[in-house]
């Protein structure tokens, strides 16, 4: 159906715009920007901060440009004086109940109420300071999150990040009048409830009461104690994101630079997550061979399909809760930090000579679900926590500062071995459907001897940010080991963020649909959009995230990655085989379930 | 102006020669939009506080393309001084079920609910019957038209429309921004008329005896009489029908104890008016609107204390979503006890006021948006006991 045009005129400038535009969008079309705290790309619109307020001639009262539809005729204000006066008290009124305390707070810089007081230069605290005592106490029960109610502005983008994008609803508002506020399930501390840590509320936070538990000062000690050897890792989708926090443009890779600056910042040994993804790819697609031949010639009606990837943590602990009966689908296969871990303080250790208790892990994650991930009772299987910190994107940006290193000038560098090669297959599993297409990659190889039949390698209809995605491919002229695929047709399934899992959970839970495989990201876009990443996020930032990681691919001459050489490596000199008896030992675990509320 | 005198009446409670099965054919031998046109050309406007002209909110919705349509009575009287509609559920919940069935038939609704304050849940039982024996009759007269009886949850919020329909489909009562309108999409999203419990009565009076006989009383601008609810320092405290468009001077003649200082017309929300504005303010659209709460206030009362209960009041019963309103009221709250205190200059109490007016453009929905009423004229109107 074909929208119809609106003409209006905002301050005294025509613009004509399609019915059911709101007037903030139209706005934009003029460039006139509009301050705006509740308002979210990513989310339903709420209305409820009133920062965003115009005047529309002939109306008794402001309107919320945010969500208010333009009309034929209209005529707005957005800078009178009736617009700047309200906007002005807003805010006033905003930072009156607010715990303004900028100097010690970790969105000092990066927070979007300070801005707005900064562009309004509030200084003058009108009003009488409503900040209670007992909202001061922060909840720092969550290895990932911490929950700051003094910093609290109600937009309830957090609540509605947490139920329309995650189907989670850990955080909900509760109570009215002056005792409303955001709340757990009966103000229980947040690791008591069913909060996944994927820290996509923390990502929607206009201010600092959502923000990730930083480990950064604890990460400078490890470094600075001359009898560590410290490890850092970095996980596929930091390295196109982190240079937002640096100053680059949108959608840079900056690889070879991070590289650089992990060395300054005076890590023992740079390495990446990448090795681990690729080699989780073969333990996966394995598992995945293994499973498809109990079930297709064992007949073996224990085994569960479809699989799920296991990747994610907050997936993880999101099946745990909701979906408890189905964790025997999920695949065994540690997440490619875990394994990471895991070798680092065995493998790695033996092989540079290397004290395992001496060593520390850092990994660099997109991530706060891997903050608590790393914590979990499950993830000690070097005999020690396998790994040690985990630090989001923006807290290894603020660390870069902090060591007064010019990213932009840096050099690039590469990864030291022998845990530091990757393929473009491992780049992928950055964005939503990477690890789909990186296992296809594999598996349809390893089982048909050839490479996936598209073309450059490039799986197109497991890419892109639908909220699922489906797939099939035909598995003709196997090889002789495989003759129980031969005509089988595997039917794959892709859903990013938890609201859209869910749809795929149920379908399966019900019977309504039969894959074989299904990769589930907790985080919109998959990593790219991850909980750990530079904030602000919206749908064209992590388009533009998603193409660099695409073209990192691209560029690259190994893509596949059963071809990368240390991956063989480790096969012949450690592990011996997928699935052996050091990958059962190392890579992989079980969950267990948890309550649902 | 066009005034009145003050006259009592009584079409709200009267029983003599009102048999709704009767007034239901008769309404159904007519279109519906017949029926909307008698009601638009009655002058009838809502009894719930807003004032919208009920034959338009009907129109708007029988206009709308939709095959579910509701009618929605809201019972959630919430505003402080007001107990009418407790009363007319309990003595003559008929006339409010006959004028739902109008309305359903007008703009063709097959179902209506009834939004019931929860502290009224002692008239559950009873009402439930009644609504069970009427839904028997229409089913009898095979109208397709069925009543639900739902109960509220205590919050005053809920009494505004939007959140009403938000608690109703269960989630918490936060209004929702407007447009869209509830003509348009209202209870699940669908065209919905809401009206006042009294307003429906006086759609089935109108219905009953025709526009013309609802005309007969009132002003231009304020058709008919109005169901009041007198409290305070009166002897004659109680529930009272009233011809609109009375200056408020007689109406105090009448009910106050001689020695009146102020009426908050209007309840919580509404405006207080000081003796010296008695004879120039009327009763009815053109002057104070009101949902019918007149609290009196003698002598004896301290202004500050009546404002202080009502900042109270919205501080606590303000959904809490958006900004004006939750914290202005927490403000214009603790800005006048610091005035008392001496903790700010009196001429705070300007800072306050325009932070009233903000309240009064900028907030979401009428409940922040009427704090002003109080709080302005109050201040404006008794400065001296505020500070002193
Ligand atoms: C805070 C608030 C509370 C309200 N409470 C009630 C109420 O208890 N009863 C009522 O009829 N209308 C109440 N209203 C008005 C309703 O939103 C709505 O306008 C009214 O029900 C429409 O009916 P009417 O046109 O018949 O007056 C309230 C409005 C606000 C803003
Ligand atoms: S949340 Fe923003 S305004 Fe508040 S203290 Fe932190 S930086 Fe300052
Ligand atoms: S971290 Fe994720 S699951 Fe937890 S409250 Fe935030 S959005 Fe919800
Ligand atoms: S925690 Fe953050 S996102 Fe949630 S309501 Fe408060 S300020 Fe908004
Ligand atoms: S004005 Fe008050 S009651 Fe209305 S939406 Fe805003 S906070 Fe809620
Ligand atoms: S941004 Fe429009 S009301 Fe908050």
Redesign the pocket.
């Known amino acids: 159906m074909s929208k119809y045009l609106v003409n209006l005129k905002i301050n005294n400038i025509p613009v004509t715009v399609e019915e059911g535009t709101t007037i903030l969008d139209a706005a934009k079309k003029l460039n006139f920007s509009i301050p705006t705290l509740c308002y979210h790309e990513d989310l339903s619109v709420a209305g409820n901060c009133r920062v965003c307020l115009v005047e529309v001639s002939g109306a008794r009262n402001l309107a919320a440009s945010c969500a208010t539809p333009v009309s034929e005729g209209m005529e707005v204000f957005t800078n009178s004086k009736n617009v700047r006066t309200s906007r002005k008290h807003v805010v006033e009124l905003l930072l009156s109940e607010h715990n303004a305390d900028c100097t010690k707070c970790f969105k000092n810089g990066h927070c979007e109420l300070q801005d707005l007081a900064s562009a309004y230069r509030i200084g003058d605290h009108v009003f009488i300071d409503l900040v209670k005592p007992k909202d001061k106490v922060i909840d720092i029960s969550s290895p990932s999150i911490c929950k700051d109610d003094s910093k609290c502005i109600r937009c309830q983008r957090c609540v509605r990040t947490c139920a329309e994008l995650q189907a989670v609803s850990a955080l909900a508002v509760c109570h009215k009048g002056d005792h409303q506020r955001i709340s757990t399930f009966l103000g229980k501390p947040m690791h008591e409830v069913v909060c996944t840590n994927c820290g996509q509320c923390i990502n929607r936070c206009p201010t600092g009461a959502l923000t990730e538990r930083s480990y950064i000062e604890e990460v400078w000690e490890a470094i600075n104690d001359l009898g560590k050897h410290v490890v850092v890792q970095t996980a596929p989708a930091v390295r196109v994101a982190l240079g937002e926090d640096l100053g680059m443009e949108l959608g840079t890779r900056v690889t070879g630079k991070m590289v650089s600056a992990l060395r300054h910042v005076g890590f023992d040994s740079v390495l990446d997550t990448d090795f681990t993804a690729d080699l989780t790819i073969l333990e996966e697609g394995n598992e995945l061979l293994r499973r498809l031949k109990k079930v297709l010639v064992d007949k073996d009606e224990t085994v569960a399909l479809p699989m799920f990837t296991s990747c994610s943590p907050g997936w993880i602990k999101y099946i745990e809760h909701m979906f408890s009966e189905q964790l025997p689908n999920l695949s065994t296969c540690k997440s490619p930090q875990q394994m990471f871990g895991a070798l680092a303080k065995t493998y790695y250790a033996q092989r540079k000579n290397i004290n395992p208790k001496n060593m520390v892990v850092v990994s660099i994650m997109p991530c706060t679900a891997k903050k608590f991930e790393s914590g979990r009772p499950e993830m000690r299987d070097s005999g020690y926590q396998d790994v040690d910190y985990v630090l989001t994107t923006r807290e290894l940006a603020m660390m870069i500062k902090q060591a007064g290193i010019d990213f932009s000038k840096l050099d690039e560098d590469g990864y030291d071995t022998i845990m530091g090669d990757s393929t473009g297959a491992a780049v992928i599993f950055g964005s939503t459907g990477g690890v789909m297409e990186a296992a296809l990659r594999t598996v349809y190889e390893v089982v048909t001897g050839r490479e996936v039949p598209f073309t450059n390698l490039n799986i197109v209809p497991v890419r892109g940010m639908e909220g699922v995605k489906e797939a099939r491919i035909m598995l003709k002229d196997v090889k002789p080991d495989f003759s129980y695929l031969e005509g089988v047709e595997v039917s794959v399934a892709i859903a990013h963020g938890l609201s859209n899992a869910k749809k795929i959970m149920e379908a399966v839970r019900d019977g309504k649909a039969t894959y074989h495989f299904v990769e589930v990201m907790a985080c919109p876009g998959g990593c790219l959009g991850g909980g750990g990443q530079p904030i602000p996020t919206s749908p064209d930032i992590r388009k533009k995230r998603a193409e660099a990681i695409y073209s990192e691919d691209e560029g690259l001459i190994r893509r596949k990655s059963h071809e990368n050489p240390e991956v063989l490596q480790i096969y012949k000199e450690f592990l011996i085989e997928p699935l052996g008896h050091k990958s059962h030992d190392l890579l992989h675990t079980h969950y267990k379930p948890r309550k649902r509320y | 102006m066009e005034t009145n005198v003050l006259k009592k009446v009584d079409i709200i409670f009267d029983i003599t020669d009102c048999d709704y099965l009767k007034i239901l054919d008769r309404c159904m031998s007519k279109t519906q939009d017949e029926v909307i046109l008698d009601i638009i050309d009655s002058g009838l406007?809502?009894?719930?506080?807003?004032?919208?002209p009920?034959g338009l909110?009907w129109k708007f919705t029988k206009n709308e393309d939709s095959d579910v349509k509701y009618v929605i009575c809201?019972?959630?009287?919430?505003?402080p001084g007001?107990f009418k509609?407790r009363e007319i559920l309990d003595r003559v919940p008929e006339k409010v079920f006959t004028g739902m069935a109008i309305c359903g038939y007008a703009i063709g609704a097959k179902e209506g609910y009834i939004y019931l304050?929860g502290e009224y849940n002692f008239l559950k039982k009873n009402l439930q019957a009644k609504i069970d024996l009427f839904n028997k009759q229409t089913i009898e007269k095979n109208f397709d038209f069925t009543i639900f009886l739902r109960s509220g949850s205590g919050a005053?919020?809920c009494?505004?429309?939007?959140?009403?329909f938000e608690s109703m489909e269960g989630f918490r009562g936060e209004?929702r921004n407007k447009p869209p309108y509830p003509t348009i999409a209202g209870y699940n999203w669908k065209p919905t008329v809401?009206?006042?419990?009294?307003?429906?009565v006086y759609v089935s009076m109108i219905c009953n005896l025709g526009p013309d006989k609802f005309k007969e009383l009132g002003t231009k601008d304020s058709r008919g009489s109005k169901v009041f609810s007198v409290s305070g320092d009166t002897p004659n405290a109680g529930i009272y029908e009233i011809e609109l468009g009375m200056p408020l001077e007689q109406f105090v003649d009448a009910f106050g104890d001689g020695d009146t200082k102020a009426v908050q017309v209007g309840g919580a929300?509404g405006h207080c008016v000081p003796r010296k504005n008695f004879n120039d303010t009327i009763i009815g659209f053109e002057g104070i609107p009101t949902?019918g709460s007149m609290m009196i206030f003698n002598s004896s009362r301290s202004m500050y204390n009546v404002l202080h209960d009502y900042l109270e009041f919205f501080t606590e019963?303000s959904c809490g979503q958006c900004t004006p309103c939750r914290v202005g009221c927490q403000q214009l709250l603790k800005g006048i006890e610091a005035v008392k205190k001496g903790d700010r200059k009196p001429s705070y109490l300007e800072e306050l006021k325009k932070l009233a007016l903000t309240m009064k453009s900028a907030a979401k929905?009428?409940?922040g948006?009427?704090v002003a009423n109080p709080f302005n004229s109050i201040i404006d109107n008794f400065r001296e006991e505020i500070i002193y």
């Not at chain 2, 809502?46 to 919208?52: I, L, P, Q, S, T």
């Not at chain 2, 009494?159 to 009403?164: F, I, V």
């Open positions: 406007k809502g009894r719930g506080g807003a004032g919208f009920t909110k809201n019972a959630d009287e919430g505003e007001t509609d304050r005053y919020i009494g505004e429309e939007s959140a009403l209004p809401i009206n006042n419990v009294e307003t429906l929300s949902g019963e929905c009428g409940l948006q009427s």
